[in-house]
């Protein structure tokens, strides 16, 4: 079974330039979520889709990142405009559906530095 | 205010010694759920084991346990007979929300080194 893609695996860019990361999760799963870790600390959830449908995005900084899902498989994570504090890896992971989101699996992650 | 706190930065074990990793967390719901995931330098997540809250037995997964101690708000990871490849990061992570809407909400991890 084919684990969660994500792409691309690192990012480089500069402050206030835009930047998009891809998702494609576990083939069945309907739930999807993105974190951001910030070097040194643990991941925190940015947002949490069901099927297409956004459950969470309380702690999206919704000025500058958006998601979206729109066919309830693979989703994009979008910056506009970067800024330093953005540098961290983002993860993607899924889960079969909400109930069992105990059981999430994740991507390899993007490492994006913004200079 | 910090619902997940580990207090080891980092620890250092010496290989086929049992080592564990501490985690305690703050919560006022009565049904929660506790993971332990690994994270090695490639940075990928896995997932190493899980502890419901009201579940009476700890949990154990091969040479991972989790020591669960409820009244003392407690879920450390145990790992048995340590091996070098079990150098890694580990978060501690708790399961909180309403059905439907849960998360998880991560510590700030251990860096395990196993030395040969």
């Known amino acids: 079974e084919a684990g969660v893609a994500q792409s691309p695996r690192y990012k480089i860019i500069e402050k206030r330039q835009s930047v998009a990361f891809w998702c494609n999760p576990i083939s069945g799963h309907a739930t999807l979520y993105w974190y951001q870790q910030i070097l040194g600390q643990g991941p925190k959830l940015l947002i949490q889709f069901q099927n297409n449908g956004v459950v969470d995005d309380s702690q999206l900084p919704k000025d500058r990142f958006s998601a979206e899902r729109l066919k309830g498989v693979d989703s994009t994570l979008k910056i506009q405009p970067a800024k330093l504090e953005d540098s961290a890896v983002y993860l993607c992971?899924?889960?079969?559906?909400?109930?069992?989101?105990?059981?999430?699996?994740f991507g390899p992650g993007t490492r994006l530095t913004v200079t | 205010a910090q619902k997940i706190t580990q207090t080891q930065p980092g620890m250092f074990v010496q290989e086929k010694e049992a080592v564990t990793l501490d985690c305690t967390y703050d919560?006022?719901?009565?049904?929660?759920?506790l993971f332990w995931y690994k994270q090695p330098s490639s940075g990928e997540m896995i997932f190493l084991i899980y502890q419901g809250s009201y579940d009476e037995q700890n949990a154990t997964e091969g040479r991972y346990s989790l020591n669960f101690q409820k009244a003392r708000k407690s879920a450390n990871l145990v790992i048995s007979a340590s091996q070098l490849g079990d150098s890694a990061m580990y978060f501690c992570a708790m399961r909180e929300g309403i059905q439907g809407a849960q998360k998880l909400v991560f510590g700030q991890g251990t860096r395990l080194t196993i030395n040969p």
């Open positions: 919560t006022s719901d009565q049904s929660y759920g």
């Open positions: 992971a899924s889960s079969l559906d909400i109930v069992s989101a105990y059981e999430q699996y």
